[in-house]
């Protein structure tokens, strides 16, 4: 019989650290695709309520997702509050999701380094 070992714990955070790169290393990021970083804010958030990673990284999510989530905070104020568009876009906040899409990343990839990896045996066919 062969033995298989099978990885628990941390598939998780890999994937959602997949996620995270695929907009950083595409020529274009599209504001609107950035949908799919909900999934690995879910699993560091899962995490944190399962106590197997610290609070800081989940403050260091939480800015990002406020970064993130400038765009979309840009149109609600235009649109619905009918702020002036000089006083909401400003070339400082456009960048912004770019930046908490790097913090995102960061958040994930500590994460991923301080949760430990468990392996359990699986016996094969």
């Known amino acids: 019989l062969w033995q298989c070992r099978q990885r628990t714990r941390r ?6 650290l997949i996620i995270t790169t695929l907009p950083l290393i595409t020529t274009i990021a599209w ?6 970083l909900i999934i690995p804010y879910a699993v560091l958030l899962k995490h944190v309520v399962q106590r197997q990673i610290r609070m800081r990284w989940i403050v260091l999510g ?4 406020i970064c993130v989530s400038v765009p979309r905070l840009q149109d609600l104020l235009t649109n619905l509050v009918a702020w002036p568009e000089s006083l909401v876009r400003s070339p400082l906040t456009m960048g912004l999701p770019f930046f908490g899409l790097i913090l995102l990343w960061a958040a ?6 301080q949760v430990p990896e468990q392996e359990t045996p699986v016996a094969a066919e």
Do not use: M, N, Q
Request: proline share 0%.
């Open 62 to 65: 939480a800015i990002s997702a």
């Open 108 to 113: 994930t990839a500590a994460a991923l380094w």
């Open 31 to 36: 504001v609107d695709l950035f949908v799919l």
């Open 11 to 16: 598939t998780d955070l890999e994937f959602a």
